[in-house]
T-cell receptor, first 115, second 112 residues
Framework: DAGVTQSPTHLIKTRGQQVTLRCSPK?????VSWYQQALGQGPQFIFQ???????QRGNFPDRFSGHQFPNYSSELNVNALLLGDSALYLC??????????????FGEGSWLTVV | GDSVTQMEGPVTLSEEAFLTINCTYT??????LFWYVQYPGEGLQLLLK?????DKGSNKGFEATYRKETTSFHLEKGSVQVSDSAVYFC???????????FGAGTTVTVRA
């Protein structure tokens, strides 16, 4: 049983460019959350998708957007990249209500470097 | 808002030493509390959790007790191994929220 899979694992982008990161949730999970983890920091919640809708959003600008597909996979898009967007982007999946009282599974993340 | 404060690292220990990582929280609602671990080159894994006051979470020799009176959830292990070297994150979520709020993480290195 595959866990949460993310792609790409590493990428380098230039300031001002756009990036798309992808996530496939664990089998049987229908809820996907995205987190940003800057170097030496804890993960920060970006947003959560459930039933193809953004259910909750953290304190991130509109440059960060997402999408969930009917098969529950998800994309995170970041426009007009800034140097400060360099981070590990984590996808997390869960089932049902999506409340973290339920067990959440994290992917290994996508390392984004903006130069 | 919700926040988690955990002991700053890095922490370096010898094998079989006792490990404690302090974690305190502030929350607007009644939180569930978690410890996550991130081994080198791997994603975050749930280590243990507690969902109500006085609950004790435990896994792989690690324990943490939900203390509402001191708003704390300290992680302990009686005898660490080299394989416990990792970054440990304390986190919370409240019943009216879908997100996890994480602390900054504590890097633990265990030397043989």
């Amino acid at each position: 049983d595959a866990g949460v899979t993310q792609s790409p694992t590493h990428l380098i982008k230039t300031r001002g460019q756009q990036v798309t990161l992808r996530c496939s949730p664990k089998s049987g999970h229908d809820t996907v959350s995205w987190y940003q983890q800057a170097l030496g920091q804890g993960p920060q919640f970006i947003f959560q998708y459930y039933e193809e809708e953004e259910r909750q959003r953290g304190n991130f600008p509109d440059r960060f957007s997402g999408h969930q597909f009917p098969n529950y996979s998800s994309e995170l898009n970041v426009n007009a990249l800034l140097l400060g967007d360099s981070a590990l982007y984590l996808c997390a999946s869960s089932s049902g209500t999506g409340r973290p009282g339920n067990t959440i599974y994290f992917g290994e993340g996508s390392w984004l470097t903006v130069v | 808002g919700d926040s988690v404060t955990q002991m700053e690292g890095p922490v370096t220990l010898s094998e079989e030493a006792f490990l404690t990582i302090n974690c305190t929280y502030t929350a607007t609602g009644y939180p569930s509390l978690f410890w996550y671990v991130q081994y080198p080159g791997e994603g975050l894994q749930l280590l243990l959790k507690a969902t109500k006051a006085d609950d004790k979470g435990s896994n792989k020799g690690f324990e943490a007790t939900y203390r509402k009176e001191t708003t704390s959830f300290h992680l302990e292990k009686g005898s660490v191994q080299v394989s416990d070297s990792a970054v440990y994150f304390c986190a919370l979520s409240t019943s009216n929220d879908y997100k996890l709020s994480f602390g900054a993480g504590t890097t633990v290195t265990v030397r043989a």
